[in-house]
């Protein structure tokens, strides 16, 4: 089973639509990271969260982490065409004790805006 | 102050060939680490090093893969003996310690086996 699940899959959005992405995990999460992907390049980073409660926010996107830190939000406010492409969530599901920074990361959440 | 660069962007190789993927960190970055992305199944961690040193190469195949990360130079994924189920997307990510800094990407390689 996937260790960090993101919904939903897809989302199709009207321009200047608010939304939200949702990510799960049945761990505790040490660090959760935000990142975006557009088809066909690499990963940018968009925020880190890693206190219970936490909540960042980057021009229209506003990332939260849980108060059991188990499950992550990022909101985009008044969603535009460069806001489309593929988000990704990447965790620390090991913490202090893993021995390890690698990340493990959901599927992602394919995002279209449509004019 | 250029970002974490990767080369090549493509790479093509026939059953059997080589493959050498190169990753160049962020400046003042000495943590690296690589991940492989195949279409239905995600980004996966294969390892993470630091200079001269592995530190968890846990997400490695145990065969035909291996990766340094030299003194000098950039950090190198390799792959012997390169089969069908080895193409995917390679990414590399830096951070400047491996505690709590967020990973940044290269733009990865992409690799087509024929």
Redesign the interface.
């Known amino acids: 089973s996937q260790e960090l699940e993101q919904s939903p899959q897809s989302l199709i959005v009207q321009e200047g639509k608010n939304l939200t992405i949702n990510c799960t995990s049945s761990k505790t999460l040490y660090g959760l990271y935000w990142y975006k992907q557009k088809y066909g390049e690499g990963l940018i980073f968009l925020m880190m969260l890693q206190k219970g409660g936490e909540e960042k926010s980057h021009e229209k996107i506003t990332a939260k982490l849980d108060e059991k830190k188990q499950q992550s939000s990022l909101h985009i406010t008044a969603s535009q065409p460069s806001h489309a492409g593929i988000y990704l969530c990447g965790a620390d599901i090991l913490g202090p004790a893993g021995g390890a920074d690698g990340l493990t990361f959901g599927k992602g959440t394919h995002l279209i805006i449509q004019p | 102050n250029a970002g974490?660069m990767?080369n090549p962007r493509h790479l093509v190789r026939r059953r059997g060939q080589e493959a050498r993927l190169r990753c160049s960190p962020m400046k003042g970055h000495s943590?690296v680490?690589w991940?492989r992305q195949l279409p239905e199944?995600?980004?996966?961690?294969?390892?993470?090093l630091q200079k001269e040193n592995i530190?968890?190469e846990?997400?490695m195949p145990k065969e035909r893969f291996s990766a340094e990360f030299p003194k000098e130079g950039p950090s190198i994924l390799r792959i012997q003996q390169v089969v069908r189920g080895d193409s995917a997307a390679y990414?590399c990510?830096s951070?400047p310690t491996?505690?709590?800094q967020?990973?940044?990407?290269?733009?990865?390689t992409?690799l087509s086996i024929l």
């Open positions: 974490v990767q943590h680490y991940y199944e995600g980004l996966k961690f294969m390892v993470y530190i968890d846990s997400g990414f990510a951070s491996g505690v709590d967020p990973q940044h990407f290269g733009d990865g992409r």
